[in-house]
């Protein structure tokens, strides 16, 4: 069976980027393929952080996993930190990789404008330990969003350049996009993160959410309710396209073009039929944080199935790199 791996940082909440743009293909990809996923944690320590709450908010992000339709049973669960190989992969890995390619990724660039008082050498390594988490299992698919496509590149670069150097050992994986990729944020313009604070958060509390998308910018050249839309240059009409049907989106396409129905009615559509999918997911998770061994249980299992693989990985590597036994 192909394997599949994919990886969230526990970074605070999980919003609806991260879910359209990667966990809902997580679920589905779970039915057919030995999936593997991974809250990072090593990650999430490249910028700085709440030493406190890091814990916490793992077993959080494991949460929202699971609520989300993940299930322990059918696929491995765990915490990066919980199989350490993963960073000794990377070392070795970090003696194949050019200084130069990690210097323009993209995310390295952004990431170090935002943090100029803390430019530490794991948040220009940060993609090496992503090949780690990838290559340690040998997966050959990685479901993410668009913006880690320069990452799954550079992990296919490093794969090719360890094989050349030490023999085949690790295949080149590609990486899988869902069909809403890159949702924007509710401000219209960056990319829906965490850090932009322009998020819809999976658990926020739905008056907020409502709040948020009433207020979301829309087709900025559509002022007036009498102005016809476009659109194919409004994020809510995005995000409607990864939360309704396509009846309702030719409606709506429609409705928006003649001004037949106004930015308001087409948000409430979508707050709709985002909660028809969202509420059971909210429902879920309160059950699993009143029974969160459940979660426990489920991240120690997969912490115990991921190492047996990442140990066995390891043994091949060192082999090859003719480190002594
Ligand atoms: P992270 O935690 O930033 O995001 C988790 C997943 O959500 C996707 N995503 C989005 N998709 C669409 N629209 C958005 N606005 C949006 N925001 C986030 C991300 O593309 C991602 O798939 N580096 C990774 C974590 C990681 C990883 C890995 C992923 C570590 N090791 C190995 C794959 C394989 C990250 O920061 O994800």
Redesign the pocket.
């Known amino acids: 069976m192909k394997r599949v791996?994919?990886?969230?940082?526990p970074?605070g909440e999980i919003h609806i980027?991260?879910y359209?743009?990667?966990i809902r293909n997580w679920v589905h990809l779970m039915e057919e393929y030995d999936c593997i996923f991974?809250v990072?944690d090593y990650?999430a320590i490249t910028i700085d952080y709440e030493i406190s709450v890091l814990g916490k908010r793992c077993i959080e992000t494991a949460m929202i996993l699971i609520a989300s339709g993940l299930s322990p049973e059918k696929c491995n669960i765990f915490i990066q930190s919980h199989v350490p190989e993963h960073t000794e992969l990377a070392w070795i890995f970090n003696c194949v990789t050019p200084v130069g390619d990690l210097e323009r990724m993209t995310q390295f660039k952004e990431k170090a404008k935002q943090h100029r008082g803390n430019i530490n050498m794991g948040l220009m390594d940060y993609p090496v330990l992503?090949a780690a988490?990838?290559l340690i299992y040998k997966a050959g698919y990685?479901p993410?969003?668009?913006?880690?496509i320069q990452?799954i590149e550079l992990s296919r670069e490093v794969a090719r350049k360890f094989n050349a150097r030490f023999g085949r050992l690790f295949p080149e994986p590609e990486a899988i996009m869902s069909i809403?990729?890159?949702?924007l944020g509710v401000d219209g313009v960056s990319?829906?993160?965490k850090s932009m604070n322009n998020y819809i958060g999976l658990l926020e509390d739905k008056n907020i959410i409502w709040e948020k998308l009433r207020t979301a910018v829309t087709d900025v050249n559509r002022v007036r309710r009498s102005d016809k839309g476009n659109p194919d240059l409004c994020n809510i009409y995005t995000i409607h396209r990864a939360f309704s049907s396509e009846d309702v989106l030719l409606e709506i396409d429609k409705g928006c073009r003649s001004a037949g129905i106004g930015c308001i009615d087409c948000k409430k559509k979508l707050f709709e039929n985002m909660m028809v999918e969202l509420d059971p997911i909210r429902e879920r998770a309160i059950y699993l944080r009143e029974n969160i061994d459940y979660v426990h249980d489920g991240i120690r299992k997969g912490a115990i199935n991921c190492r047996a693989i990442a140990k066995k990985t390891m043994e091949e590597v060192r082999e090859a790199l003719g480190l002594l036994p």
Do not use: C, L, W, Y
Request: aromatic residues 4%; hydrophobic residues 35%.
């Open positions: 791996f994919s990886g969230i940082q970074t980027g991260n359209v743009g990667a991974s990072v990650h992503q988490d990838i990685v993410v969003g668009e913006d880690q990452h809403a990729p890159r949702i990319k829906m993160s």
